[in-house]
């Protein structure tokens, strides 16, 4: 989990295996935003899930969201060599000014060819 | 379409010098953010304008950083008398509605 950590925590995984990376957060969002940060690039969004979905899929992305638990999963089905980056979870403090974004820690995802 | 540019790429200071980081927004975004992103952390936000009207800047340090974006576009972020502890990547992102699209950053490293 990568909420209230303040350091990256890191996973090494075969290509081909699935991953979980997990997001727990502490204040109430409508909104998880998941981003994908490759080295020496700004973060990308990959997929956004809203309260009222459960679950959110992108190609071999899987997001889910637990709102009564307050806590968000992304899962890459049958993880690839281009699938290492950093990824970031971010809870979403909307209001009508727009985004306001709050980043975990993140995950430094390494798929071992 | 072009995405969010920011200049410089990298910047080496002595503490106590001064520098400024630039950003340029996608074309027709009116919200523009500015994070600080330590080696291994998530990117914090340092504060957010709606066109050229600062809507939080709670989390700026504010006797040594300020931001301005004077015509809604561009913007600029400033650090006075930098010191060891900002060493960091600086990400300026873009948004018109909920997707926020980021820079490459301002990697900065002070000595």
């Known amino acids: 989990s990568q909420w209230g950590e303040e350091n990256l925590q890191a996973l090494s995984i075969q290509e081909g295996e699935d991953v979980t990376m997990n997001c727990s957060y502490k204040t109430y969002t409508t909104v998880v935003h998941w981003y994908r940060q490759d080295s020496g690039r700004g973060p990308a969004l990959i997929i956004l899930?809203?309260?009222?979905?459960r679950e959110k899929r992108s190609g071999r992305l899987r997001a889910t969201l637990d709102t009564s638990s307050q806590s968000s999963s992304l899962s890459i089905t049958a993880a690839q060599c281009e699938d290492t980056a950093v990824y970031f979870c971010?809870?979403?403090?909307?209001?009508?000014?727009?985004?306001?974004?709050?980043f975990g820690g993140g995950t430094r995802l390494t798929v071992r060819p | 379409e072009a995405g969010v540019t920011q200049s410089p790429r990298y910047a080496v200071l002595q503490e106590g010098q001064a520098v400024s980081f630039w950003c340029d927004p996608i074309s027709g975004h009116d919200t523009l953010y500015w994070y600080q992103q330590p080696r291994d952390q998530g990117p914090q936000l340092l504060v957010y304008f709606r066109d050229e009207a600062v809507i939080d800047n709670s989390q700026l340090p504010s006797d040594r950083f300020s931001a301005v974006r004077p015509k809604g576009t561009n913007s600029t972020l400033k650090i006075q008398s930098a010191k060891q502890g900002d060493t960091a990547t600086y990400l300026c992102?873009?948004?018109?509605?909920?997707?926020?699209?980021f820079g490459p950053g301002t990697r900065l490293t002070v000595l």
């Open positions: 971010a809870t979403d403090e909307n209001n009508n000014a727009g985004a306001k974004l709050t």
């Open positions: 992102a873009s948004s018109s509605r909920y997707e926020q699209y």
């Open positions: 899930i809203r309260s009222n979905e």
